[in-house]
């Protein structure tokens, strides 16, 4: 799996552009915005859009969804129905966070826990990974070792849980359980700021550090 990774938004929040090489289909991975940016570098590396996805409903993630699924004509993939109700919210994110307004929708298809998701000859394996919201997914590319974890886990920090139905202890568990024991030398692509792997974030993130043998 080739990707790209695409701050958009004032929250530079790290839209992926992912692909395979192989037969130059791709996806968006959570465009929150900053459209015609997004179109450009797809456009750029020649790789034609078919699905989107989604990790999560926060504005960030989801603001430019609608737009640029009707560009391409594509459907709307993720997150989990657990996150509907953030969906449902949009506008009130948007007045919330002095975004532009972004009206809510509903994906074509919500995720479940161990589903699968095809990107040309890909193959993505999806885990329900709730805390930051209950509907939060996770995107493993095994064959690449790449994981697009949206806002689980960070290079020495985890999501935030004090929005609407976050959960600390359940974030824990979702970190411990779904995304550390993943192989040690994949990369992880948070949804801010820089990739990190496994194996850096078992031993120096101080909320999972120190209990890995």
């Given at each position: ?5 695409i701050p958009v938004t004032p929250f530079a929040q ?200």
């Open positions: 799996m080739e990707i790209q990774v790290n839209c992926s552009l992912i692909w395979d090489s192989s037969t130059m289909l791709g996806a968006f991975v959570d465009p929150g915005g900053d459209i015609e940016k997004l179109i450009s570098a797809a456009s750029s590396k020649g790789v034609n859009i078919e699905k989107i996805i989604l990790t999560h409903g926060h504005l960030d993630h989801v603001g430019g969804t609608v737009a640029i699924a009707e560009h391409y004509n594509v459907p709307i993939v993720g997150p989990h129905v657990g996150d509907k109700f953030w969906l449902d919210a949009l506008m009130q994110q948007s007045q919330m966070f002095g975004f532009p307004p972004a009206q809510p929708f509903a994906p074509n298809a919500w995720l479940n826990d161990n589903d699968t998701l095809s990107v040309g000859t890909l193959t993505l394996n999806v885990l329900h990974c709730p805390g930051h919201t209950p509907g939060h997914v996770v995107l493993v590319e095994r064959a690449s070792k790449k994981v697009i974890v949206g806002d689980v886990i960070f290079a020495g920090s985890i999501g935030r849980t004090d929005f609407p139905q976050g959960n600390h202890q359940q974030l824990i568990d979702s970190i411990k359980q779904k995304i550390m024991v993943l192989p040690d030398d994949m990369t992880i692509y948070p949804g801010h700021g820089p990739t990190t792997t496994i194996a850096k974030e078992k031993a120096t993130n101080p909320y999972v550090s120190g209990q890995f043998g």
